[in-house]
């Protein structure tokens, strides 16, 4: 079964707006999770990671301040995406090492956000 | 930025015939993961190979590296329309996650 959880799977909102998109790591408490963007039939961008207790790693050309990180929980992160414009339409994925200390990554089902 | 590069980047054929996927990185790497997605969902781990290995098998799977070219490829035998999805390659950055991914390969298995 799925070990990492993303919610909401898809949100539309306005530009404008801001947008909560959780991760939560079902069965592994994870220190540190990763958030990346994919554009359509794109490869997956690292935006940054989420580290608990924290604050977050973000990648050269992201601005922190747009896409807010919370690692509040050994289970949570969320990214909030604030004042969302049409540009920031996306697919949101996160993940997690599969076991501390190793390479492979569990993936969340993403999170289709379209901002009108 | 990304290091892997993944050709072709789309790739068509008949179900049972075999599917080559090719990537290649940039800097030294610790190892290289192949990940499959299907449209809009998350990506699935496939395999992982060391940099001192140079062929892996997974069931239909199967995977080289030759670190000496920078390169890797994923085949995959007698393939079913169920295979149908984006591969990806990925390396890890100075042995620690995340993952760098590359551009993806869509394949599509035609029944």
């Known amino acids: 079964g799925a070990v990492v959880s993303q919610h909401p799977s898809w949100v539309i909102c306005k530009s404008g707006t801001s947008v909560k998109i959780e991760c939560r790591s079902l069965d592994f408490q994870a220190t540190t999770m990763f958030w990346y963007r994919q554009f359509p039939k794109q490869s997956l961008m690292l935006m940054a990671t989420?580290?608990?207790?924290?604050?977050?790693?973000?990648e050269q050309g992201v601005e922190k301040d747009k896409f807010l990180i919370n690692h509040a929980s050994l289970t949570l992160s969320t990214l909030t995406v604030t004042s969302a414009h049409p540009e920031d339409s996306s697919f949101y994925i996160c993940s997690r090492d599969l076991l501390a200390g190793g390479y492979e990554q569990y993936f969340g089902p993403g999170t289709r956000l379209t901002v009108t | 930025s990304q290091q892997g590069e993944e050709d072709p980047q789309a790739l068509s054929i008949q179900e049972g015939e075999n599917a080559t996927m090719n990537c290649s990185y940039k800097t030294s790497i610790n190892n290289l993961q192949w990940y499959r997605q299907n449209s809009g969902r998350g990506l699935v781990h496939l395999i992982l190979?060391?940099?001192?290995?140079r062929e892996k098998h997974s069931g239909r799977l199967r995977v080289t590296l030759d670190t000496s070219k920078k390169s890797s490829s994923l085949l995959i035998t007698a393939s079913r329309a169920a295979d149908t999805a984006s591969y990806f390659c990925a390396t890890d950055r100075s042995g620690n996650t995340p993952l760098v991914f590359g551009k993806g390969t869509r394949l599509s298995v035609i029944a």
């Open positions: 190979i060391r940099s001192n290995e």
């Open positions: 989420s580290n608990e207790g924290s604050k977050a790693t973000y």
